[in-house]
């Protein structure tokens, strides 16, 4: 998604570009996320100002493309189980209303207004109208087709060509070599290692996460719902599986279940714990879901990077080489704001964000190079 974005952005910018995937469209990450656009679970910085960008460009890309990508503006509901978690939430929402967020408080008496299916007994909760929701694989391809880029699917890049001067000249491919004066690293997941081809250090891992779809429902969940405390384990640096429920309805009927998070490389096993865990905390949430059918599970790998901000932008240690890749579980909300400062970067323009929070070499402590 974010290397769709980039395109897009660039492409109506002026610029000439292609777009290499080993692989199809969406066939990584973004084929394996749920599509979500927030603004709720991200605290006051860089990330929700980018998020809050991303949001509008999101709307006015939705008005061009209409119901191809399946944008649905349905708001999202974060429901607190005690009054200490309500507590907490109603803090967290404070300080994001200040930096530009609607945040609107949900008595325990006026959820079933909102989600009438939603467990009684609740607390109370925070209402997002800005959250919204995007079907990934279709977004990624219509942004692609949108953006006229010339796109070459099944070519795997094996190095990033430099000119004598050391500044980027294209990159080298299993088809052959592409020449380029600049090269975007928006490979997700795999972010570190392309950077590495270019001799330079971006410490992206691997977070795995699994999703349970269930059988096509009549709308039963309104909103993107989730519990409070999804926003501490999103930014949780443990290794370690952590799980919160996330629960949300689809435009084709399906329910998606989230959220688990571990890091364990690329190994793709099924985690008999992990879903089990997602299912027990969706019926938590829904009771109604006790009777549901799940069809089936996937797993995807969020790009992360350990101070949980994206890399964005020009890479001082080498000229031509940007970077728009790292942003965790939230690429597909935070795409279109990347494309746009990447677009901007690329043709001189001041990114209308201050890019400083996501520079590529951040990480560095020896000067950058990996060799």
Not at 157 to 186: E, M, Q, S, W
Not at 220 to 231: E, G, L, P, Q, S
Request: net charge neutral; charged share 20%; proline share 8%.
């Amino acid at each position: 998604m974010a290397g769709a974005a980039c395109a897009l952005y660039a492409a109506r910018a002026g610029l000439d570009v292609r777009v290499v995937d080993r692989g199809p469209v969406a066939g990584g990450t973004t084929g394996a996320g749920e599509g979500n656009l927030l603004v709720s679970d991200k605290e006051p910085g860089p990330e929700l100002e980018l998020a809050l960008l991303s949001a509008r460009l999101w709307e006015r890309l939705a008005d061009e493309l209409g119901t191809a990508i399946e944008y649905e503006p349905k708001g999202g509901l974060v429901v607190a189980a005690t009054p200490d978690a309500l507590a907490s939430l109603s803090a967290f929402a404070a300080g994001q209303r200040a930096a530009g967020v609607t945040a609107e408080p949900v008595s325990a008496t006026g959820l079933p207004g909102l989600e009438p299916h939603l467990a009684p007994g609740l607390a109370g909760g925070m209402h997002y109208p800005q959250d919204a929701q995007v079907m990934p694989a279709l977004a990624a391809a219509h942004l692609l087709r949108a953006s006229g880029a010339r796109l070459h699917t099944g070519w795997t890049v094996t190095g990033i060509r430099r000119a004598a001067d050391g500044t980027v000249a294209g990159v080298r491919t299993d088809r052959g070599d592409l020449y380029a004066p600049a090269v975007v690293n928006a490979a997700g997941t795999w972010g570190g290692d392309l950077a590495a081809l270019a001799d330079v250090r971006l410490p992206v891992l691997p977070r795995r996460g699994f999703v349970l779809v269930t059988e096509p429902l009549p709308r039963m969940v309104r909103h993107k719902v989730y519990a409070a405390d999804y926003v501490a384990d999103v930014a949780s640096d443990s290794a370690a599986l952590r799980t919160s429920p996330v629960v949300e309805g689809t435009a084709a009927g399906p329910v998606l279940i989230g959220a688990s998070r571990e890091r364990v490389g690329f190994d793709r096993s099924l985690s008999l714990a992990a879903v089990r865990a997602l299912a027990a905390g969706a019926i938590g949430l829904f009771p109604f879901l006790e009777r549901v059918r799940a069809l089936r599970t996937y797993a995807g790998f969020r790009p992360y990077l350990p101070d949980h901000l994206p890399a964005i932008g020009p890479d001082p240690r080498v000229p031509g080489m940007f970077h728009a890749c790292g942003h965790e579980g939230a690429g597909i909300g935070l795409a279109t704001g990347t494309g746009q400062l990447i677009a901007q970067t690329l043709t001189g323009k001041a990114p209308e964000l201050d890019l400083t929070p996501f520079r590529p070499d951040r990480f560095d402590t020896d000067g950058g190079n990996t060799r």
